[in-house]
T-cell receptor, first 112, second 115 residues
Framework: SQQGEEDPQALSIQEGENATMNCSYK?????LQWYRQNSGRGLVHLIL?????REKHSGRLRVTLDTSKKSSSLLITASRAADTASYFC????????????FGGGTRVLVKP | KAGVTQTPRYLIKTRGQQVTLSCSPI?????VSWYQQTPGQGLQFLFEYFSETQRNKGNFPGRFSGRQFSNSRSEMNVSTLELGDSALYLC??????????????FGPGTRLLVL
C-alpha cells in the first residue's frame, strides 16, 4: 500500500511558471524524499528533508515539510521544458531500514 | 563514480518461466533495495539487502527472491512468471548507514514484459 498521496495527479504549466505539488502521508517518518522520473526511466533523487527540518532548497527547488499535518510540498520555480517528468514523494520511517514508501506521483508537463 | 547499473535493460519472458535481474550498486554502497513499478500499483518495495543479508522485505509472494554477494552486487529472481509481473524493476543503492537518513540512488531499471 502507498503511504503517500500526491496532489495534483497531473499538472500542465507554461515555461517560466512555478509548479507546486503536494504530498500527504499517514504515519510518522524519519525523512521524506522527492524524486523525478522521466518517461519510465530510473528515479533521480532531488531532495531529502528530515523530520526535524521544515524547509530545504536546492537550486530552483524548494521543499517544505509539516509533520503536524503529515504533508510536504515541492515547488519548482521558473520551470523549463526539461522539468517535464513525474515527481514522486517517498517516506522512510521507523527502523524500516531503507524501505521507501512512495506516493502515486504527479505528472508535470511544462509547455514551451 | 559510476552510477547504479542494472542488467538487462529489457526482457521478454513467457508465463511460467523464471527470470534473474542484476544490480551493481555505486562503489562503496552496501545497501541494495529493489522496487517494482507498475501503472496500477505504482512503486512498491520488494526487499533490501545489506551485507549479504535481507534486512527488509515488502509484501510480495515467495516467487520473488533476492540475494546479495560479497561485493554488494545483488540479484533478484522471479519464478513462475505471471502476466502481472510485467513491470519496471528498479534497484537502488545507498551506503547502508544505520541512521536511515540517507539518499538512495536508483538505476535505470529493467523493463520486464511477460507474455
Amino acid at each position: 500500500s502507498q503511504q503517500g498521496e500526491e496532489d495534483p495527479q497531473a499538472l500542465s504549466i507554461q515555461e517560466g511558471e512555478n509548479a507546486t505539488m503536494n504530498c500527504s502521508y499517514k504515519t510518522s517518518i524519519n525523512n521524506l524524499q522527492w524524486y523525478r522520473q522521466n518517461s519510465g526511466r530510473g528515479l533521480v533523487h532531488l531532495i531529502l528533508i528530515r523530520s526535524n527540518e521544515r524547509e530545504k532548497h536546492s537550486g530552483r527547488l524548494r521543499v517544505t515539510l509539516d509533520t503536524s499535518k503529515k504533508s510536504s510540498s515541492l515547488l519548482i520555480t521558473a520551470s523549463r521544458a526539461a522539468d517535464t517528468a513525474s515527481y514522486f514523494c517517498a517516506t522512510a520511517r521507523g527502523a524500516a531500514g531503507n524501505k521507501l514508501t512512495f506516493g502515486g506521483g504527479t505528472r508535470v508537463l511544462v509547455k514551451p | 563514480k559510476a552510477g547504479v547499473t542494472q542488467t538487462p535493460r529489457y526482457l521478454i519472458k513467457t508465463r511460467g518461466q523464471q527470470v534473474t535481474l542484476s544490480c551493481s550498486p555505486i562503489s562503496g554502497h552496501r545497501s541494495v533495495s529493489w522496487y517494482q513499478q507498475t501503472p496500477g500499483q505504482g512503486l512498491q518495495f520488494l526487499f533490501e539487502y545489506f551485507s549479504e543479508t535481507q534486512r527488509n522485505k515488502g509484501n510480495f509472494p515467495g516467487r520473488f527472491s533476492g540475494r546479495q554477494f560479497s561485493n554488494s552486487r545483488s540479484e533478484m529472481n522471479v519464478s513462475t512468471l505471471e502476466l502481472g509481473d510485467s513491470a519496471l524493476y528498479l534497484c537502488a543503492s545507498s551506503l547502508g548507514q544505520q541512521n536511515y537518513q540517507e539518499t538512495q540512488y536508483f538505476g535505470p531499471g529493467t523493463r520486464l514484459l511477460v507474455l
